[in-house]
C-alpha cells in the first residue's frame, strides 16, 4: 500500500477528492474567504457588489458596541455552563450503559432521540417544561418546597434554562461517542485490576478515564465549537427573541441580527470573524493540553 | 503548531491584499424617467408573488387571486408561500442578491426601507398617476390616509396596502360583568379595571412581549413626541416618556395588577385559559383568540384606552414590486395590486381574515357594516383609524426599534429603574438612528 507518490496517482487521488472539495469549496471556503473581505466594506452596495472604501470601522464598531460584549459574555456562561457539565453526565450514563443492564438497546434509543430530534421540536417541549405556571419542573420543584421558577421570562434564568435544554440536547451524540471509546478498552485491564484487588471507583479512574482521554479529547472539541455557535435553541426557546430583555443573546443572534435585521452586512461579518477568532485560539490551547495530556 | 499559524497568518495577509482595488460611487445616482411605462399587457405574462399568509388567510388569497386570474386574458399570477415573515424577509434578501427576485411580494416599511435605500424596489408613482391604468385623485385619496402616508418616501408611493391590522384592547366579559365594569377607555379606567380584575389566579391585565416595540403608542399616548423626524432626534426621554413608563411599570411591577406574555410568546393564550382579564395585542390575533377561547370563556373588543390623547400604532404588510421585473411583469403586478385593493376585494379580504380594509369607501360600504353588525369583534380596529400613526421611515428604523424595544422590557421585568431605562433606550435609539445616518 505504501507505493512511492507518482503523478499518475496523484492526479488519480485528485480526482477522487474532487466532488468533496467542490461541494466544501462552494460553501464553506467560498464563504469564509468572501466575508472576511466583507469585514472590511465600511462603504458598499451589497446587492450590486460594488465596494466604495475599505477601512477596520466594522471592527471598531462591535469592540465599542455594549450588545457585542454582552453577547461574548453569554456565549462564554453558555460555553463554561454546557461543555464541562456535559461530558461528566454523559461519560457517567455512557459507563452504565456499558455494563450488562436490562434494556440497554432501549435506553441507548432513548438518550439518543434528542439529538435527531429538530431543536424546534424540543423547544416546544422545554417550553412547556420550563412554564412557570403549568411546567412539569416547576411542579416537581415543588414537592421540596421550590417556590415556582419563571425560567423562561426571568432574564437572571434564561441562560440557566438555555444550559440545561442544550445539556439535554447534546447528551445522546456524547453518549455514543463515549461508548465506542468504552468498547475499545481491553477488558484484560479491568481483570487484572479486580485481581490486584481494585474497586469500581478505582478502575474508573486508573483505566476508564485515562484510557478515554483520547474519546474525551474529541468530544470536548467538538463541543466547544458547536457550543460557541449556539443559536437554533435561543431562537427556538425564547420564540425567535434573545430570552427576554436580551438576556441570552449570543454572538451567532448578534451576527444573524445584524445581518438579516438591521443589513449590517461589514459588521455582521466582522462579528463572525471575531468568532471564529475565538474558536481558533480555544482549539489552539485544546490541542496544546492535548498533546500533554492524551494517551493515545 | 507554529507552523498552523504561520500558515494562516500568510494566507490572510494574501488575501487581503489581493482585494484592494475601490469601486467609484457615481457621482449623482442614475434616476431613470419612468413617466412612461407601458399602458397595455399584449402577450402572455405569469408573475410570481411571494407571500407569508398561512391557514385561512392563504385560503382567501389563494380564492382572491383565482377569480383575478379567471378574469385576465393575458396576466397570471402565481402565488409561492415563503413560509413565515421572518422567512419571506430572508429569502426575499437572498433572492435580491443573487438576482432573483420575484415581482411581487409581501413587505413591512422597515423593510421596504432598505429596499429603497438599496434600489431595490420600484417607485409606483407613475403607476398611479398614469391616465389609462392608474387611480383618479379620489381613488387615491380613498386609501385610508394612515396607510397612504406610510407607502410614501419623498411623496413617492412604493406600495399598496394589505394586510394591515392595528392593536385592540381583548377583554373578557364575564369577568367584566362579574365586577359591573365596561370597557375601559382612559388609562384610569383601564388602572381600576386591572386591579380591581386581580383576583387569585387572575391577574387584570396583559401585555404582548413586543410592548416595548410598541411603547411609541404610550408615549404619545401621555402627549409626548417619539422621535423627531426632521432633525433626526429621539425626543422620548421626556417627562411624557416617563410618564408613560411610569404607568406601565406601576401595574407589572408594583401593583402586579399586570402581565407580560413572557413564556407564553402570545397573550391570547393565557387570555383565553382566563388567567388574565384583558389584553392589548394586535387585532390579526381575533381569529387566534376565537379559536382558543371557544367554550371556555366570552370575550369582545374595545379601542385601545386613551391617555392624554389617543394613538395607537398600523401594522401589516404593503404590496410591492421589484425593480428586476420587466415593464410588462410589472404593470401585471400593478394591475394585481389595484384588484388587491379594490373595494370589493379589500372587503372580502377583511371579512375573511380580520384585518381592516384599506379603502374609506369599503369602511361605510353596506356589505361592510352589516358585516361588523354581525360581528362587533371586528369594529374595534377601524374605529381607530383617526389616531393611527406608523412608526417613522427612518434609516437605521429596525435597529432603533431593538434598541428601546429590549430597554423598555428590561425595566418591566424589573432589571431596571424606570429612569435608568428610559435613559439609555433614548440613549441607544439615538445611537443607532446616528450610526444610519452617518
Known amino acids: ?44 452596495d451589497y446587492f450590486k457588489d460594488l465596494v466604495f472604501a475599505r477601512g477596520l470601522d466594522n471592527y471598531t464598531f462591535i469592540f465599542q458596541d455594549p450588545e457585542f460584549w454582552k453577547s461574548i459574555q453569554n456565549t462564554m ?56 405556571q403549568y411546567g412539569v419542573l416547576n411542579y416537581a420543584l415543588g414537592f421540596l418546597g421550590i417556590s415556582p421558577i419563571k425560567w423562561l421570562s426571568d432574564p437572571d434564568w434564561a441562560m440557566p434554562s438555555l444550559i440545561i435544554l442544550a445539556i439535554w440536547k447534546g447528551l445522546g451524540y456524547n453518549i455514543i461517542i463515549f461508548l465506542s471509546g468504552l468498547q475499545n478498552i481491553d477488558k484484560q485491564y479491568y481483570l487484572a485490576a479486580r485481581i490486584d484487588g481494585a474497586g469500581a471507583w478505582e478502575r474508573f479512574k486508573n483505566i476508564t478515564v485515562p484510557l478515554l482521554s483520547s474519546t474525551t479529547f474529541f468530544i470536548s472539541i467538538v463541543s466547544i465549537i458547536n457550543s460557541f455557535k449556539v443559536f437554533d435553541e435561543v431562537f427556538a426557546l425564547f420564540g425567535g427573541q434573545p430570552g427576554p430583555a436580551g438576556s441570552a443573546e449570543t454572538i451567532v443572534y448578534y451576527i444573524y441580527n445584524k445581518f438579516y435585521g438591521e443589513w449590517n452586512f461589514g459588521v455582521a461579518s466582522a462579528a463572525a470573524y471575531v468568532l471564529l477568532f475565538i474558536i481558533f485560539i480555544f482549539t489552539l490551547i485544546q490541542l496544546y493540553v492535548g498533546k500533554k495530556k492524551v494517551n493515545y | 503548531m507554529k507552523k498552523i499559524v504561520h500558515v494562516l497568518f500568510v494566507c490572510l495577509l494574501a488575501i487581503s491584499l489581493a482585494a484592494c482595488s475601490n469601486a467609484t460611487k457615481p457621482s449623482s445616482p442614475e434616476k431613470q424617467k419612468t413617466a412612461d411605462i407601458p399602458t397595455k399587457i399584449d402577450k402572455p405574462v405569469t408573475i410570481e408573488f411571494w407571500h407569508a399568509m398561512t391557514g385561512n388567510l392563504e385560503k382567501t388569497l389563494q380564492t382572491m387571486t383565482q377569480k383575478f386570474n379567471d378574469s385576465q386574458s393575458n396576466i397570471t399570477v402565481k402565488l409561492v408561500n415563503q413560509g413565515t415573515y421572518d422567512d419571506l424577509n430572508k429569502k426575499l434578501m437572498a433572492a435580491a442578491k443573487s438576482h432573483t427576485s420575484p415581482v411581487m411580494a409581501q413587505a413591512y416599511e422597515d423593510w421596504m426601507q432598505d429596499y429603497i435605500n438599496n434600489d431595490l424596489i420600484t417607485d409606483l408613482t407613475p403607476y398611479i398617476q398614469n391616465k389609462t391604468v392608474g387611480w383618479s385623485d379620489s381613488e387615491l385619496n380613498d386609501i385610508v390616509q394612515v396607510f397612504r402616508d406610510e407607502n410614501s418616501w419623498n411623496n413617492k408611493f412604493y406600495g399598496v396596502p394589505f394586510n394591515k391590522s392595528t392593536e385592540v384592547l381583548y377583554y373578557n366579559t364575564d369577568m367584566f360583568n362579574e365586577n359591573n365594569l365596561k370597557a ?14 386581580t383576583k387569585g389566579n387572575v391577574i387584570g391585565m396583559g401585555f404582548e412581549n413586543a410592548i416595548g416595540l410598541n411603547f411609541p403608542t404610550w408615549v404619545q399616548q401621555a402627549g409626548g413626541q417619539f422621535v423627531d423626524v426632521d432633525n433626526k432626534k429621539v425626543t422620548f426621554d421626556s417627562e411624557e416618556g416617563k410618564k408613560a413608563l411610569t404607568f406601565l411599570n406601576d401595574m407589572v411591577n408594583d401593583k402586579k395588577i399586570a402581565r407580560l406574555a413572557g413564556e407564553d410568546n ?41 391617555g392624554e390623547k389617543a394613538s395607537t400604532q398600523f401594522q401589516g404588510t404593503n404590496l410591492v414590486t421589484f425593480n428586476s421585473a420587466d415593464d410588462q411583469q410589472k404593470l401585471a403586478a400593478w394591475e394585481f395590486m389595484k384588484f388587491l385593493a379594490s373595494k370589493d376585494q379589500t372587503i372580502y379580504w377583511a371579512q375573511n381574515t380580520g384585518y381592516v380594509p384599506v379603502r374609506e369607501s369599503a369602511l361605510k360600504d353596506p356589505v361592510w357594516l352589516k358585516y361588523i353588525e354581525e360581528n362587533p369583534k371586528y369594529a374595534a380596529a377601524e374605529k381607530q383609524f383617526d389616531a393611527g400613526y406608523f412608526f417613522p421611515h427612518l434609516d437605521g428604523a429596525f435597529a432603533m426599534k431593538s434598541a428601546y424595544s429590549t430597554e423598555i422590557q428590561a425595566v418591566l421585568v424589573g432589571k431596571k429603574s424606570v429612569d435608568q431605562g428610559l435613559q439609555d433606550a433614548a440613549k441607544n435609539t439615538q445611537d443607532a438612528l446616528d450610526k444610519a445616518n452617518k
Open chain 1, 77 to 132: 456562561i453558555f460555553v463554561i455552563g454546557v461543555v464541562p457539565l456535559s461530558i461528566i453526565i454523559s461519560l457517567v450514563i455512557a459507563t452504565f450503559l456499558n455494563q450488562k443492564i436490562k434494556f440497554r438497546g432501549l435506553f441507548r434509543t432513548i438518550y439518543f432521540i434528542p439529538f435527531v430530534t429538530s431543536v424546534v421540536a424540543v423547544s416546544i417541549v422545554w417550553r412547556w417544561i420550563f412554564h412557570s
Open chain 2, 184 to 197: 375601559p377607555t382612559t388609562w384610569a379606567e383601564l388602572g381600576n379595571a386591572a386591579q380591581t380584575l
Open chain 2, 266 to 306: 402570545y397573550m391570547s393564550d393565557p387570555f383565553s385559559r382566563g388567567d388574565v382579564a384583558m389584553y392589548i395585542g394586535s387585532s390579526a390575533g381575533i381569529s387566534f383568540v376565537e379559536a382558543g377561547a371557544k367554550g371556555k370563556i366570552n370575550w369582545a373588543t374595545a379601542p385601545l384606552p386613551a
Open chain 1, 1 to 44: 500500500m505504501n507505493d512511492k507518490p507518482t503523478m499518475k496517482k496523484t492526479m488519480k487521488a485528485i480526482l477522487y477528492l474532487i466532488p468533496a472539495l467542490l461541494i466544501i469549496g462552494t460553501f464553506s471556503f467560498y464563504p469564509i474567504i468572501k466575508s472576511f473581505f466583507m469585514s472590511f466594506y465600511t462603504d458598499y
